[in-house]
């Protein structure tokens, strides 16, 4: 099992520096409490890689003053529909007023 475990890390580096472990362990608990210490410090020594830069995307400057645009379109009309809601409720409100 202590074999099974070990030949399924990941890492190589994890493998390379937990190999003497392997050897010396009998136990499959003990040789997990040996092998966490290791992981940890090897990911403190090697900070992951973000693959989130690689996928960001700039927008050239004639995209942003398309969106700019939209943006502001987008509000006039949401301002106009409002209005117009605003203004049909006044005059259901008017309505009702003159119906009592």
């Given amino acids: 099992m202590c074999q099974r475990l070990w030949s399924g890390l ?4 994890l493998k390379s520096s937990t190999r003497h472990k392997l050897d010396f362990s009998q136990q ?4 997990l409490k040996d092998i966490r210490p290791v992981e ?7 900070p992951p890689k973000t693959r989130d830069l690689l996928n960001v ?5 004639d ?8 943006e502001l379109k987008f ?4 301002s106009e529909i409002q209005s117009n809601v605003d203004q049909r409720f006044a005059d259901i409100m008017k309505k009702l007023d ?3």
């Fill in 10 to 13: 990941h890492s190589e580096a």
């Fill in 28 to 31: 499959y608990d003990q040789l």
């Fill in 40 to 46: 940890r410090e090897l990911k403190l020594s090697n």
């Fill in 57 to 61: 995307q700039i927008q050239p400057p």
């Fill in 63 to 70: 995209m942003q003053k398309q969106l700019k645009d939209l």
């Fill in 75 to 78: 509000n006039s009309t949401v």
């Fill in 98 to 100: 003159n119906l009592s």
